[in-house]
């Protein structure tokens, strides 16, 4: 990651590089399905130096290396508060082991001392939906995309938190052709192409119309 990070079920960007290579980002759980397809969060990048990558659908366990990890950290932004890079790390760590309160709390705190950007934005958006906030969700990707137009994560994470939390089709296929605008190759975490299910989508709304 690098000083953003974003993920749910792809390989973690911890590295420096540019988050637009959405295919590649995929990290964390399962959003529901389309025709039987599982979708899956992707996750930016946000600068994070200590790498903990997840795969699959369930958290990554709380090894004993991890658990010291967040012991350091939380030692480290209580005696310098604020280091928005400490909070961010520890942040990841909270994301990473499943503790979106946690994760939460500490992303915003590293935003009263730094502006941010897509990835964080995206990542916070991440952990609200987790903890079933989507509308608020959706307030920290739209927020992303101000920030970086070009953000593909933040674009399909809004479209499934539109098409599964939010009951909104339309607005989810809106934010994904965005996306195609950008990378018209982008897939789903198993490998379909996403404008399989942006035509799908339209064709079930054409035929209740």
């Known amino acids: 990651m690098s000083q953003n990070k974003t993920k749910e079920n792809i390989p973690e960007p911890r590295n420096k590089k540019q988050s637009n290579q959405l295919v590649t980002y995929f990290i964390i759980f399962v959003f529901g399905f389309l025709s039987g397809i599982a979708f899956t969060v992707i996750k930016g990048k946000t600068p994070e130096p200590a790498p903990s990558s997840i795969t699959g659908e369930q958290p990554q366990q709380h090894s004993d290396e991890t658990k010291q990890a967040i012991l350091n950290l939380e030692a480290e932004v209580t005696a310098n508060p604020e280091n928005f890079q400490s909070w961010i790390r520890l942040g990841h760590l909270y994301y990473d082991t499943d503790q979106p309160e946690k994760a939460i709390a500490a992303y915003n705190k590293s935003l009263e001392f730094h502006s941010g950007d897509a990835n964080l934005l995206t990542d916070l958006g991440v952990m609200y939906r987790r903890t079933e906030q989507p509308e608020k969700a959706i307030e920290l990707f739209n927020q992303?995309?101000?920030?970086?137009?070009?953000?593909?994560?933040?674009?399909?994470?809004?479209?499934?938190?539109?098409?599964?939390?939010?009951n909104d089709p339309a607005g989810a296929v809106a934010a994904w052709?965005?996306?195609?605008?950008?990378?018209?190759?982008?897939?789903?975490?198993?490998?379909?192409p996403i404008r399989e299910f942006v035509?799908?989508?339209?064709?079930?709304l054409a035929k209740n119309k």
């Not at 052709?177 to 379909?192: C, H, I, Q, T, V």
């Not at 035509?199 to 079930?204: L, P, R, S, V």
């Open 177 to 192: 052709e965005e996306l195609l605008k950008l990378n018209p190759e982008a897939k789903s975490a198993d490998g379909r």
């Open 199 to 204: 035509d799908q989508i339209k064709a079930d």
């Open 144 to 166: 992303a995309i101000e920030k970086e137009p070009d953000h593909q994560p933040s674009k399909f994470n809004k479209g499934i938190v539109l098409m599964y939390d939010l």
